[in-house]
C-alpha cells in the first residue's frame, strides 16, 4: 500500500458544483494533515490543514479527517474555473516526516 | 514582498557539472527544507534545517549537499550532476520542525527547474 494515496484523475466537475477530492494514508499514528494546490508550472499553496477527526471549514473549502479509516478529503463548494489545479494531499507520520500523495488534477468545467 | 525565494529560476547544464540553488526565506522560520518534484510531480522532502541544524537527511545521494549559513538561507548544492537529477527543486519552509508540533504548515518557494542535458 502506498504511503499516501490520491486518485490522480483527472476528476471533472462542472462549475458551482461541490468538488470531492479524497486521500488515504496508510500510517495510523499520523497526526497532521494537509491540503495544497498547485496549479501548472507554480508551487504548492498551502490551502487547508486539520488534526482532529471532524470538518473543518475555511470559506469554499472544507476538509474531513477520519483517523480511524485513515482518510482525509477535501470538498470544493461552487466550484470555479480557477480551481482547477492538482491538489495534493501530505501527511505527517508519527515519525515525524511528511509525506506527500501524488496529487488528483481538478479540471472546472465552465 | 517574496516569502520564500529561490534562484535560479531555470538551470540548464551539461551533465557532470557543479551547480548550486539559492533560497532565502523572510518569514522568520526556523526550519527549511529541500523537496524534488519529478517529472511525474511527485513531491519528495530531500532536507530539512532547523536554525541552521540537519534534521531530515531522506535517502539522497550524497552529490547533494545542502548548506544553511544561517536559519533564513538554505542552498543546495548538486556535484557531478546526473541525466536523473532533471526535476523542479522547491525550497521551503515552516515555523518549528516536524518534530516539535503539529502545526507544520510548510510554505513554498518558486522551484527551481533543473535539467541536465
Known amino acids: 500500500q502506498k504511503e499516501v494515496e490520491q486518485n490522480s484523475g483527472p476528476l471533472s466537475v462542472p462549475e458551482g458544483a461541490i468538488a470531492s477530492l479524497n486521500c488515504t494514508y496508510s500510517d495510523r499514528g499520523s497526526q497532521s494533515f494537509f491540503w495544497y494546490r498547485q496549479y501548472s508550472g507554480k508551487s504548492p499553496e498551502l490551502i487547508m490543514s486539520i488534526y482532529s477527526n471532524g470538518d473543518k471549514e475555511d470559506g469554499r473549502f472544507t476538509a474531513q479527517l477520519n483517523k480511524a479509516s485513515q482518510y482525509v478529503s477535501l470538498l470544493i463548494r461552487d466550484s470555479q474555473p480557477s480551481d482547477s489545479a492538482t491538489y495534493l494531499c501530505?501527511?505527517?507520520?508519527?515519525?515525524?516526516?511528511?509525506?506527500f500523495g501524488k496529487g488528483t488534477r481538478l479540471h472546472i468545467l465552465p | 514582498d517574496t516569502a520564500v525565494s529561490q534562484t535560479p529560476k531555470y538551470l540548464v547544464t551539461q551533465m557532470g557539472n557543479d551547480k548550486s540553488i539559492k533560497c532565502e526565506q523572510n518569514?522568520?522560520?526556523?526550519?527549511m527544507y529541500w523537496y524534488k518534484q519529478d517529472s511525474k510531480k511527485f513531491l519528495k522532502i530531500m532536507f530539512s534545517?532547523?536554525?541552521?541544524?540537519?534534521?531530515i537527511n531522506e535517502t539522497v545521494p550524497n552529490r547533494f549537499s545542502p548548506k544553511s549559513p544561517d536559519k533564513a538561507h538554505l542552498n543546495l548544492h548538486i556535484n557531478s550532476l546526473e541525466l536523473g537529477d532533471s526535476a523542479v527543486y522547491f525550497c521551503?519552509?515552516?515555523?518549528?520542525?516536524?518534530?516539535?508540533?503539529?502545526?507544520?504548515?510548510?510554505?513554498f518557494g518558486p522551484g527551481t527547474r533543473l535539467t541536465v542535458l
Open positions: 521551503a519552509s515552516s515555523q518549528v520542525p516536524l518534530r516539535r508540533s503539529s502545526y507544520n504548515e510548510q510554505f
Open positions: 501530505a501527511v505527517k507520520r508519527r515519525d515525524d516526516k511528511i509525506i
Open positions: 518569514l522568520g522560520h526556523d526550519t
Open positions: 534545517y532547523n536554525n541552521k541544524e540537519l534534521i
